[in-house]
């Protein structure tokens, strides 16, 4: 069996995000730079292994977004709507699917059609598949990559979900090779699997064999990674494959606190070196271990996931609002008590406070972190609380506190005798001037305002000598 190829017919425009800044009390928002070199137009893995780049050696910082359903659920114009709002709020990465999760093999799309004839994945819709195509194009045109997955994954693995199962190695491997064809030319990063787990050596076969797909058309031209089920990493079972770039985990819904920089060490720490990042946290305004009881997840919530793992290693992050992936509004069923019309949900706090991160990160030569916990000295209580990045270089460090508590910093790990210190303000992305610091060998430090659960700062101390200028306004 084979499937007609779609012809190339729009190529991808080059792209890059520039912050306007007017002064320290700056807007959130992005520009975009059509002129970009056409080299940023691929990624690829970092020499070091530790993160992504674009095909020029220029840093790129995986700000993702899910948005499971939004082939499916979306019109082109609210498409339209959902892409610019992201992009002007800093992400770089849009995750979707092209075989959705809520029935997506039986519920149309919004112009009445399905992905497949008869359900076959060697027979796909070419009507669907262009509105994929005009949603991909647009977040090209808006300088994003689209996380795109084949499928989700109860269409392998129908563990629970709509299914059906209806993947098997040959049609995989099929279907994978046409996709790829038709997104060759795209700003894409791959994503396979979709929250189910790899229990057969079947299931495992499938998902190499899209992949084997995927990557005979593509070769090294775009990345491919893979989302499991929650509490789990794709490098449980694909770590060693050479089709998977970089690491995936999902640290999921289950409680506040949970300590996702744990699977970002863990993968950190594995051979051969392989960037790993979470691909799903704890989604703003989900509700903690899917019981409305407990609370809803708020942007404090979004921010300590975000912290955590990007001080332990990870090379990017992905947020996510639990409206939004489903892209709910009052005339759907609501998915575990989403409550928030999707496009209200767009003003979430925590979507704009990441992008604050990325700024702040790219504000310094962030490739250099390296998690480091020896520098930071914290009373038994906050060990697991406070995390710590500093420079390959020594040139610069991160400490995110989340409680406000005091800590003690090694001044003597630093490359210079010369040191400045900043606040960072998690919540504002605004960056208070804290001062020279006399050398020392051990200096303590207190956040702003009293302790307490989400009183959320960031320490940053930088060589003086390199003026790396005000920490979140980019060098």
Sequence with gaps: MSIAFFPQTNPILSYHFEPIRPGLAFSNHFLVNMSFSEKSKRLKVSTNKRFLTYDNGEPFFYLGDTAWELFHRLTRYEADVYLEDRASKGFTVIQAVTLAELEGLTVPNPYGELPLINNDPTKVNEKYFEHVDYVIQKAGSLGLFTGLLPTWGDKWNKKWGAGPEIFTVDNARIYGTWIANRYKEYPIIWILGGDRPIETENHKEV?????????????????????????????????????????????????????????????????????????????????????????????????????????????????????????????????????????????????????????????????????????????????????????????????????????????SRFSSHQLIAWWYNSKTGIATFIGKIASQNYKTFKAPGESFRGNDWLLIIDDYTQDFGVPGIKI
């Design 207 to 411: 998902i190499c064999a899209m992949a084997e797909g995927i990557r005979n058309v593509v070769g090294n031209t775009q990345l491919i990674t893979f989302h499991p089920m929650g509490d789990h990493t794709s490098s449980e079972v694909f770590h060693n494959d050479l089709w998977l770039d970089f690491n995936m985990f999902q640290s999921g819904h289950v409680a506040r606190d949970l300590p996702n920089y744990k699977f970002t060490l863990t993968d950190y720490h594995k051979t051969p070196t392989k960037p790993v990042l979470d691909g799903e946290p704890r989604y703003e305004d989900h509700p903690v271990n899917w019981r409305i009881e407990n609370g809803y997840f708020d942007d404090f919530d979004v921010r300590q996931a975000a912290y955590w793992s990007m001080l332990s290693g990870a090379g990017g992050h992905t947020y996510g609002n639990h409206n939004i992936w489903q892209f709910w509004q009052k005339d759907r069923k609501p998915i575990s008590e989403a409550h928030t019309p999707w496009k209200a949900a767009l003003k979430h706090p925590g979507a704009t406070q990441l992008g604050y991160m990325r700024q702040l990160f790219e504000s310094r030569p962030w490739q250099l972190l390296v998690p480091d916990q020896t520098i930071v000295s914290l009373p038994a209580s906050q060990i697991d609380n406070v995390k710590a990045a500093l420079a390959s270089d020594r040139s610069f460090a991160f400490v995110y506190v989340p409680n406000g508590a005091a800590f003690t910093i090694n001044m």
